[in-house]
């Protein structure tokens, strides 16, 4: 069965220093993966997607994620988080025939 | 830019009552789907719609009912409201040739 697992339901980084937002998935076929942002009470914005084409995917806000087949991840990275980067961050893997999976999310918090 | 709307942004409803949950896409989508967010479970599809008035059950059909009489239009019906049904519901919309969804902004509906 397909699956997403966002390690970390909660992190912290310092304003300026790296991001890191872990996903790993379970596919039996080539994934289509996505990362989307939730900003408080709003809906979600994809930050970008992979697609099969280049394993570097850049996306908006800075944000940028490697596809690793070998280690099943498409982690999320920021070299320098800011404070507007605080939200709830969600990892998805389309499974086929219009179905998504998501993972549960994980909320990233920004100190000053 | 897609717009995806959603006819109310917060709702209070009680027990037993008939609720209505609509939204409306204005990018000639084919694809509509509703979402359930609960924290801790991500999201979970309930319905989606791959053309007018056609419709598939997601993963939480259950006291849950759709209707797409129109392209750009997708209605969640809960027949009988119910307090497990508290959550945030989330449209969204994608091209068939696409794979990226375009979510409306969520409406938090609290049954009591």
């Known amino acids: 069965a397909q699956s997403v697992t966002q390690l970390g339901s909660h992190v912290s980084v310092s304003e300026g220093a790296l991001v890191l937002l872990r996903c790993n998935y379970s596919s039996s076929v080539p994934p289509y993966l996505f990362w989307y942002v939730q900003y408080p009470n709003q809906g979600l914005q994809l930050l970008l997607k992979y697609t099969s084409a280049a394993t570097l995917v850049k996306g908006i806000n800075g944000f940028e994620a490697e596809f690793k087949k070998s280690e099943t991840s498409f982690h999320l990275t920021k070299p320098s988080a800011h404070m507007s980067d605080a939200a709830e961050y969600f990892c998805?893997?389309?499974?086929?025939?219009?179905?998504?999976?998501f993972g549960t999310g994980t909320r990233l918090k920004v100190l000053a | 830019d897609v717009k995806v709307t959603q006819s109310s942004r917060y709702l209070v409803k009680r027990t037993g009552e008939k609720v209505f949950l609509e939204c409306v896409q204005d990018m000639d989508h084919e694809n509509m789907f509703w979402y359930r967010q609960d924290p801790g479970l991500g999201l979970r599809l309930i319905y989606f719609s791959y053309d007018v008035k056609m419709k598939e059950k997601g993963d939480i059909p259950e006291g849950y009912s759709v209707s797409r009489e129109k392209k750009e239009r997708f209605s969640l019906i809960l027949e009988s409201a119910s307090t497990n049904q508290t959550s945030m519901y989330l449209c969204a919309s994608s091209l068939r040739s696409e794979f990226e969804q375009y979510f409306g902004p969520g409406t938090r509906l609290t049954v009591t």
């Open positions: 998805a893997l389309y499974e086929g025939t219009y179905k998504y999976i």
